[in-house]
């Protein structure tokens, strides 16, 4: 278990498409677990591979009830749409009210490769939304509606 440096967005892995994950080793597991450790030290709610420094496509989650490990995710049936406050642990300071789909269902795999599905709705929905978005290089901002000044955060 160790905590990893999370870049921020001036890196280029935070504009990479990552690849598959292809092993479900010791490795892949060391990665996960120091990802975890990594996340709740800075308080987060989510935190992809690439904001790690590692171009693969998995990303962990914790909204207070036990880390999800979504491991080669999809998205399907998106439903809806919401617009709430979103930041990223990549982008210290910076907040922005985001437009994401209400409900989404994620299809991914566990750390031993199997296939599982999780709808969320509201939070649980956009932090799906956001760290699968980061497997694409993808920043917050690029959805945001509008972007929050020092005075509302
Ligand atoms: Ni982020």
């Known amino acids: 278990m160790a905590i990893r440096k999370i870049l921020t967005e001036k890196e280029t892995a935070l504009r990479t ?7 479900f080793d010791a490795r892949l597991w060391q990665l996960l677990d120091d990802m975890a450790d990594t996340l709740h030290k800075a308080d987060g709610v989510g935190l992809a591979a690439p904001q790690v420094g590692v171009l693969r496509r998995l990303f962990i989650m914790d909204l207070g009830d036990g880390v ?15 617009e709430d406050v979103e930041g990223c642990l990549s ?5 922005g009210i985001t437009r994401r789909p209400m409900t989404v269902t994620l299809v991914a795999q566990d750390r031993h ?22 497997l694409d290089g993808v920043l917050f901002k690029e959805h ?8 509302e955060i």
């Open 91 to 95: 982008c210290p300071g910076e907040y």
């Open 144 to 151: 945001v509606v509008r972007m929050l000044g020092p005075g």
């Open 17 to 23: 498409v990552c690849r598959p994950v292809t092993e």
């Open 68 to 82: 999800v490990e979504a491991i080669n995710p999809r998205l399907v049936d998106p439903q809806g749409v919401q």
């Open 113 to 134: 490769g199997k296939e599982f599905t999780l709808t969320g709705s509201e939070l649980l929905a956009r932090c799906i939304c956001h760290e699968n978005d980061h």
